[in-house]
């Protein structure tokens, strides 16, 4: 995991799709898009390489928040309004899987909790791999946000 501002983001050598990402980001334009699902990078034979989930929702209990993880992709998530933690543990292999991993979708859950990691500035950004459970969206306190959850296919 990677808990940082968008100003440092050209710090970590992650390679030309993150660098894409973050520039998305970094676009003013991007933080007015109405919640939806847009691609920003397609492979000649249909994969989404790099895609954004933009969302806005209630924040939760952390209870009601379940532990994923996905394999394919990595997260770069990013709050535009609002503000949540998210729980944090690396993904080992005491975790019981509560439901199991979708191929098609690339998530999978376990059961346990994570340690809760809020946003703690505006321009926070984390990065999530496959190594990384994680549960968005907890609450730090009842509140709406718009986020974005920008997924960097890997490989």
Known sequence: MIVDTLANAGSYPLGPRFEKAFAWLRDPANANLTPGHYVIE???DGIELIYANVQAY??????NCPLEYHRDYADIQYL???TEAIGYRPLTADLAEKKPYSKENDIGFVEGTGTA????TPDTFFVLFPSDAHAPGQRTTAERVRKVVLKVRLG
């Open 42 to 44: 397609t492979a000649p």
């Open 117 to 120: 990691v809020p946003f703690a």
């Open 58 to 63: 209630e924040t939760r209990t952390p209870e």
């Open 80 to 82: 535009f309004e609002g």
